[in-house]
């Protein structure tokens, strides 16, 4: 095709704009693999570039998407050929390379991961950046020596993407969950992922003491500052907590006392640089240690032609679970 649906984002007068459009082929960047895209997904971080709230993409024009799952076409890198199975997160797509909300994606070839057995690609973007964050972060917990045996794990925002996968994982896993929200009618979703408890947000958002009573043995964070704050200084001796988002800001207003007189671990997860063997590792273990019933239940569809008005929504927590996106 010399042209292809895309959802195009343009430098404005003020901002950015966003518009589902036909995209030329010779717009391509450059890559060794062209891939036909038949899914994607939302992201928070998906949901800034489309409403231009922060700035996360760095080129014009751009295709906005940090995930793709999809089907080679044309390869001549030497891992992949017609017919390959892939999904791609990260490595700067959706913001310094042309992204994922497009029929077409051409990329290197070093960026994909082999769809794994009983993965469709489908389910691969249902699990998406958040699922592939969530898990990196419940292997390093299990790098750190934190087992089911150390104690509860706390997992933050767990009603969105990142959350609900790492309760869904955690809990099939044999850890007690205990699941932070701010709406907490979604309770009984959050149990029905296997959270042993519920509490409300607003249990770590008050004022951070350098420490608190011991509540769990880790935790996985995706919000930030104030919260991320209260669980270090809540969480037991010898224990971890990953961090991997800002959902409530970039600030971090914590002592060095979790770790000098707990000796609390604090682990930052990056999903778009993580090097290929960690990408690998990850899916592997989804395939196994997620159940695709739960990945259903939390999971939406919306067509290419739905995704930009969506970006608000995932901004403001209007978003439960996954959504994924229909490109073919």
């Known amino acids: 095709m010399a042209t292809f649906k895309a959802i195009r984002i343009d430098k404005a007068d003020k901002g950015t704009t966003a518009a589902l459009t036909q995209f030329d082929d010779a717009e391509l960047m450059d890559g060794d693999v062209t891939v036909r895209v038949e899914w994607s997904t939302l992201n928070y971080k998906d949901g800034l570039a489309l409403t231009g709230k922060a700035p996360v993409v760095r080129r014009f024009p751009m295709i906005a998407g940090i995930d793709f799952a999809g089907t080679v076409e044309q390869s001549s890198h030497p891992d992949w050929k017609a017919g390959d199975k892939v999904v791609c997160n990260g490595w700067g797509i959706g913001e310094t390379h042309l992204g994922a909300y497009a029929e077409k994606a051409r990329v290197k070839g070093d960026w994909l991961v082999r769809l794994p ?38 997992v933050t925002g767990a009603a969105g993407g990142v959350g609900s996968v790492a309760t869904a994982v955690l809990s099939k896993l044999g850890y007690h969950v205990i699941a932070s929200t701010g709406r907490q009618a979604e309770a009984a979703y959050l149990k029905g992922l296997g959270a042993a408890e519920v509490i409300d947000r607003s249990e770590l958002t008050g004022p951070v003491k350098p420490l608190a009573k011991e509540r769990w043995a880790g935790g996985v964070d995706s919000v930030g500052s104030t919260t991320l704050a209260n669980m270090l200084s809540m969480t037991k001796y010898g224990g971890a907590v990953t961090a991997c988002g800002l959902a409530a800001g970039m600030d971090l207003p914590s002592s060095v006392a979790p770790f000098i007189l707990r000796g609390v671990c604090l682990i930052g997860i990056d999903s778009v640089m993580c090097p290929i063997e960690g990408r690998k590792r990850a899916w592997s273990r989804l395939a ?24 608000p929504k995932i901004l403001a927590g209007e978003v439960r679970g996954r959504i994924v996106v229909k490109i073919v």
């Not at 993965?119 to 973007?125: E, L, Q, V």
């Not at 299990?142 to 089911?148: I, K, R, Y």
């Open 288 to 311: 196994s240690d997620l159940d695709k019933a739960k990945l259903a239940d939390i999971t939406h569809e919306i067509g290419l032609d739905e995704a930009i008005s969506y970006g």
């Open 117 to 154: 057995d009983g993965i469709s690609a489908r389910d691969a973007m249902a699990i998406g950046t958040a699922g592939y964050t969530a898990m990196l972060s419940v292997l390093a917990l299990e790098d750190h020596g934190v087992t089911p045996k150390s104690g509860p794990i706390v």
